[in-house]
Antibody, heavy 117, light 108 residues
Framework: QVHLVQSGAEVRKPGASVRVSCTVS????????MHWVRQAPGKGLEWMGG????????IYAQKFQGRVTMTEDTSTDTAYMELSSLTSEDTAVYYC??????????WGQGTLVTVSS | SYVLTQPPSVSVAPGETASITCGGN??????VHWYQQRPGQAPVVVIY???DRPSGIPDRFSDSYSGSTATLTISRVEAGDEADYYC???????????FGGGTKLTVL
């Protein structure tokens, strides 16, 4: 069973960056493909990007290109998502989730990022 | 970019059948996955690869296709089914994962 534990809530000012972590247990990160999905308050799910297991590369949603970076530390089985140039519209719960054949089977508990001056 | 369209809300009485639609161009050529999300919780898959159910998901949950629409059907609706439901596909053309806007199921 895969278990994903995310870092705690963050508060940032507009223009700043935030990095959210997602630590895997039950499997190693190299056995998984990790993606990130966010959800603004009262809104739907929005895909941000993640590892494409078919082409073996990280892919990003066009909306976030140039502003998001997803990395992995296999020594600690931790995935990271860093989002820069934050605005109030980036206030959301950010989820990591494992993907297999484009199905999200396991999700982290979510990390609330609040952007406020 | 590929778009999946869901109704914002569906209401149904307990014991009745709820149908939640997900419209998309040529959706029949894609594998559609359905997720249930209760307030304050992460989503959970209820239907995957068009018709399979994870263990623990009752057979009251099923899906079907017609034209450009996939439909999640919940039979004999219970109060515990009240949640937001999302459809999701992988769009090969844009190389993007796409979620529908979500449907709030209210059990009257």
């Amino acid at each position: 069973q895969v278990h994903l534990v995310q870092s705690g809530a963050e508060v940032r000012k507009p223009g700043a960056s935030v990095r959210v972590s997602c630590t895997v247990s039950g499997y190693t990160l190299t056995e998984l493909s990790m993606h990130w999905v966010r959800q603004a308050p009262g809104k739907g799910l929005e895909w941000m990007g993640g590892f494409d297991p078919e082409n073996l590369e990280t892919i990003y949603a066009q909306k976030f290109q140039g502003r998001v970076t997803m990395t992995e530390d296999t020594s600690t089985d931790t995935a990271y998502m860093e989002l820069s140039s934050l605005t109030s519209e980036d206030t959301a719960v950010y989820y990591c989730a494992t993907v297999q054949q484009w199905l999200y089977g396991f999700w982290g508990q979510g990390t609330l990022v609040t952007v406020s001056s | 970019s590929y778009v999946l369209t869901q109704p914002p809300s569906v209401s149904v009485a307990p014991g009745e059948t709820a149908s939640i639609t997900c419209g998309g161009n040529n959706i029949g050529s894609k594998s559609v996955h359905w997720y249930q999300q209760r307030p304050g919780q992460a989503p959970v898959v209820v239907i995957y690869y068009d018709r399979d159910r994870p263990s623990g998901i009752p057979d009251r949950f099923s899906d079907s296709y017609s034209g450009s629409t996939a439909t999640l059907t919940i039979s004999r609706v219970e109060a515990g089914d009240e949640a937001d439901y999302y459809c999701q596909v992988w769009d090969h053309e844009s190389e993007h994962v796409v979620f529908g806007g979500g449907t709030k199921l209210t059990v009257l």
